[in-house]
């Protein structure tokens, strides 16, 4: 056997998510609906698909490793330098390394009970000790979040805004205040995966002197590219340069960064999709709502519906959605696991869910 | 500042690679021919590059982190089981995650000098101690390295065959004797990125029930497809899957996949590539010669060209040919910086290239 280092060798074998596809196999039947997994069925921008399309065969190139077309792009859409983003393989990659970049063997990390699993998978991949704190009122809560980076000295925080499970929103003065008591010496890492569907007057401005926060973006949810893997960081300029000790530095792939230009420049469709999302995620609290069940505010592209009882009940209701053929998931913690969360979708796939969530819920009470 | 660890705060910010990109920045032109990196100039698999637009708008999906079809239709293609394959972006990415599965603080490695550079980033980056061991006629020495591994106790030792940058080539004997050399508890890293263009029958069996190699193939080589970030690894079930604790399971892009499935299926295509090559190698030889040089001989995209002076001199002719709009790059360390390589092109590519390096020659000369 190979001579794994202590840390790997202690690993388990485990992926944070399994895929739709991994089910579809199990149950040797495809999802009718794919509403798990906060995709944008309202798909790219035509203009990101074409430019993919177009790039295609100019695929036997490798991509600029500088990502310096794409970098200044989005430095100009932003507001900031170009020194001030750093391009990756999806947030995923990036969390990957940022967490390399802070955490050694036994370093206490921060984050919430039943925030986003990836990031704990890296943290545990590199030998952090993960501290979580419990969401209050199905919100994050910055003021736990603090206490604890003070309390075991942490070097980084995760914070999700909007947040991913339960699809809650911190304005821009609560996220002030959560930046401005971040220790000198620790980082938090605000991740803002679903900031386009946020109110945009509530989001904090970019504030690239200040060292103790890096802000994560991505082309996977609002422009719908989940498939590229294209995402971006932004911050301080010594911290965006400490990526390119550790990064993949051809990494992102060629057609994903013809794609993010062309998605960048087309605002008109993000904001159709964005008011589609809108409308959506209306239908879909009416549907619960119709249901006897209760749906949480959102800021995102999903809703995240509370079943009114416990956790067994909520897992049964998902199971049955997944067995009759809409992917779904939902919450992994207490007390949020009473929940289940379903992604923004077409009109179609609503009237699905309509039709086969009362069943669904049936089929649970009498599990 | 966050508190990087120690040693992230060690490395230096660097590249393996100065892309062409940078360098056209740099000069405010674009180069007028792409000989430098070992790109396909022949392209990707028409079909594959149709496979990829057509995914383009299904981009809005993850892609299955299983990559479940690519792994099963590669495991056909090799006569093994998709148990014995991980997908991953690129062999850069592989590298990096086997990298960090075997190598811990002062974790003795073994390379060859002048070998694949990302390798030795991956090696730096999580703390490894490089052991390199020169190259023996151009060639890699398989015995210095398995006698380096010896007397280093390392776990890890890198070979690639068909070797870059020198395009030298051991046969299956050879290799079958250094596989069979590895220490138990060690393991061979056998990147055969080139394999397409080597003799086939010359190739050593894949045998996956040895734990003591892991073998590295890619699709940015003869299937043109450098820009998708697409490879794969094919070794004993229990390393493939120690991959699955440290992959970013998400991390392999949707298009790319889809334009590996078409591009395997397309070996008609490969053959042309692999045919394209060998003319285009044959003519780069022969321009070699026509101006006094000694050209490699090659199982490879490339022709590596014996300046026959010293580094000085090659870099120099390196200098020249990028001034006047051809991209190429040379050998990093002594002795093999004595050389040039150019990769294979197009006729148009090559006519340029029989203009362009005779004044280089005579501008270097006289520099």
Same mark, same amino acid.
């Given at each position: 056997?190979?001579?794994?280092?202590?840390?790997? $060798?202690? @690993?388990?074998?485990?992926?944070?998510?399994?895929?739709?596809?991994?089910?579809?196999?199990?149950?040797?039947?495809?999802?009718?609906?794919?509403?798990?997994? #906060?995709?944008?069925?309202?798909?790219?921008?035509?203009?990101?698909?074409?430019?993919?399309?177009?790039?295609?065969?100019?695929?036997?190139?490798?991509?600029?490793?500088?990502?310096?077309?794409?970098?200044?792009?989005?430095?100009?859409?932003?507001?900031?330098?170009?020194?001030? +983003?750093?391009?990756?393989?999806?947030?995923?990659?990036? @969390?990957?390394?940022?967490?390399?970049?802070?955490?050694?063997?036994?370093?206490?990390?921060?984050?919430?009970?039943?925030?986003?699993?990836?990031? #704990?998978?890296?943290?545990?991949?590199?030998?952090?000790?993960?501290?979580?704190?419990?969401?209050?009122?199905?919100?994050?809560?910055?003021?736990? +979040?603090?206490?604890?980076?003070?309390?075991?000295?942490?070097?980084?925080?995760?914070?999700?805004?909007?947040?991913?499970?339960?699809?809650?929103?911190?304005?821009?003065?609560? +996220?002030? #205040?959560?930046?401005?008591?971040?220790?000198?010496?620790?980082?938090?890492?605000?991740?803002?995966?679903?900031?386009?569907?946020?109110?945009?007057?509530?989001?904090?401005?970019?504030?690239?002197?200040?060292?103790?926060?890096?802000?994560?973006?991505?082309?996977?949810?609002?422009?719908?590219?989940?498939?590229?893997?294209?995402?971006?960081?932004?911050?301080?300029?010594?911290?965006?340069?400490?990526?390119?000790?550790?990064?993949?530095?051809?990494?992102?792939?060629? @057609?994903?960064?013809?794609?993010?230009?062309?998605?960048?420049?087309?605002?008109?469709?993000?904001?159709?999709?964005?008011?589609?999302?809108?409308?959506?995620?209306?239908?879909?609290?009416?549907?619960?709502? $119709?249901?006897?069940?209760?749906?949480?505010?959102?800021?995102?592209?999903?809703?995240?519906?509370?079943?009114?009882?416990?956790?067994?009940?909520?897992?049964?209701?998902?199971?049955?959605?997944?067995?009759?053929?809409?992917?779904?998931?939902?919450?992994?913690?207490?007390?949020? #696991?009473?929940?289940?969360?379903?992604?923004?979708?077409?009109?179609?796939?609503?009237?699905?869910?309509?039709?086969?969530?009362?069943?669904?819920?049936?089929?649970?009470?009498?599990?």
């Amino acid at each position: 056997m190979p001579r794994y280092t202590p840390l790997v $060798e202690s @690993l388990p074998s485990t992926v944070p998510f399994v895929g739709p596809e991994t089910q579809e196999r199990a149950r040797k039947a495809d999802f009718k609906a794919r509403l798990g997994a #906060n995709e944008c069925v309202f798909g790219p921008s035509p203009r990101a698909a074409a430019a993919m399309a177009s790039a295609a065969l100019d695929v036997w190139q490798y991509a600029d490793p500088e990502n310096y077309d794409l970098k200044h792009v989005l430095a100009k859409h932003h507001g900031v330098a170009a020194e001030n +983003i750093v391009v990756g393989e999806g947030i995923d990659g990036l @969390l990957g390394l940022l967490v390399r970049m802070l955490v050694a063997q036994d370093t206490p990390i921060v984050t919430s009970l039943g925030a986003y699993p990836t990031f #704990n998978f890296h943290v545990s991949g590199f030998g952090g000790k993960l501290v979580t704190v419990p969401y209050r009122d199905d919100c994050e809560d910055p003021d736990a +979040i603090i206490a604890a980076v003070h309390e075991h000295n942490s070097p980084l925080a995760y914070f999700a805004n909007p947040d991913n499970p339960m699809g809650s929103f911190h304005g821009k003065d609560v +996220i002030s #205040n959560l930046i401005n008591n971040v220790p000198h010496g620790s980082l938090l890492c605000l991740d803002e995966a679903y900031c386009e569907f946020a109110p945009q007057e509530e989001l904090l401005p970019l504030d690239v002197s200040n060292e103790r926060v890096i802000r994560f973006r991505t082309f996977s949810k609002a422009y719908g590219m989940a498939g590229a893997r294209v995402a971006y960081g932004i911050g301080h300029v010594d911290l965006i340069d400490a990526f390119n000790k550790v990064r993949n530095h051809f990494g992102v792939n060629r @057609l994903a960064q013809a794609g993010a230009l062309a998605a960048l420049a087309d605002q008109e469709w993000l904001r159709h999709v964005v008011e589609s999302v809108r409308t959506s995620n209306a239908r879909i609290a009416e549907i619960a709502l $119709e249901n006897g069940l209760d749906p949480l505010e959102t800021h995102t592209n999903f809703v995240t519906i509370d079943c009114l009882r416990d956790s067994d009940f909520a897992k049964r209701v998902v199971a049955e959605l997944v067995a009759q053929g809409i992917f779904v998931r939902m919450p992994f913690v207490e007390p949020q #696991n009473r929940c289940i969360r379903i992604s923004s979708a077409t009109d179609e796939d609503l009237e699905l869910l309509a039709e086969i969530l009362p069943k669904a819920l049936s089929a649970a009470q009498s599990g």
